[in-house]
Nanobody
Framework: QVNLAESGGGSVQSGGSLRLSCAAS????????MKWYRQAPGKERELVAG???????DYADSVRGRFTISRLNVENTVYLQMNSLKVEDTGVYYC?????????????WGQGTQVTVSS
């Protein structure tokens, strides 16, 4: 069983910064990728940023240049540094992990952390 613990959400004014953390624990086995998604009120969940086991990263166009995703492989922890935040970045941010444990694929989601950006 794999568990995710997210932290770092909160409220900030436009232009401010926040740093989200997500720590995976349990039988993580071989981790393939860790990603952050977000869901704004009334909108579908969307990919914000991801990092794979080769340290390759991917970003949504709306956050590229402002957000940075990084991962500590040894600790299976992923961070999302969010700078120059905008009101439209408001939403619930979810961490997700993909991997193999005992040759069985898994995909686990965190409970989400609220990010609120005010003007």
């Amino acid at each position: 069983q794999v568990n995710l613990a997210e932290s770092g959400g909160g409220s900030v004014q436009s232009g401010g910064s926040l740093r989200l953390s997500c720590a995976a624990s349990g039988s993580t086995g071989e981790v393939i990728a860790m990603k952050w998604y977000r869901q704004a009120p009334g909108k579908e969940r969307e990919l914000v940023a991801g990092v794979n086991r080769g340290a390759g990263t991917d970003y949504a166009d709306s956050v590229r240049g402002r957000f940075t995703i990084s991962r500590l492989n040894v600790e299976n922890t992923v961070y999302l540094q969010m700078n120059s935040l905008k009101v439209e970045d408001t939403g619930v941010y979810y961490c997700s992990i993909w991997g193999y444990s005992s040759r069985t694929p898994y995909n686990v989601w965190g409970q989400g952390t609220q990010v609120t950006v005010s003007s």
